[in-house]
């Protein structure tokens, strides 16, 4: 199952893999630099924030990544355990 969690974990993952910020993540995707901060995933309520599939597909193109790849980045809560 996809979570919130999972997909930011895999946001992560990819920044990573490319040994760059998700800051720059973002830019080098023609994103704000704060579209992946970690204070925007949650509101001030702590209701999730999930990234939208076009900075999902944004980030995928200017990485070279499948979607298949950044699935397999996503790590559900049960599988951790």
Not at 31 to 44: A, G, I, M
């Amino acid at each position: 199952m996809m979570t919130h969690k999972g997909v930011w974990l895999a946001i992560d993952k990819l920044a990573r893999k490319n040994k760059i910020s998700c800051s720059k993540l973002a830019v080098s995707s023609g994103l704000d630099s704060t579209t992946f901060n970690k204070s925007k995933r949650y509101s001030v309520f702590g209701k999730p924030r999930w990234p939208s599939m076009q900075s999902i597909s944004k980030i995928l193109e200017a990485t070279s990544t499948t979607p298949t790849e950044f699935a397999s980045f996503i790590e559900s809560e049960d599988e951790k355990q």
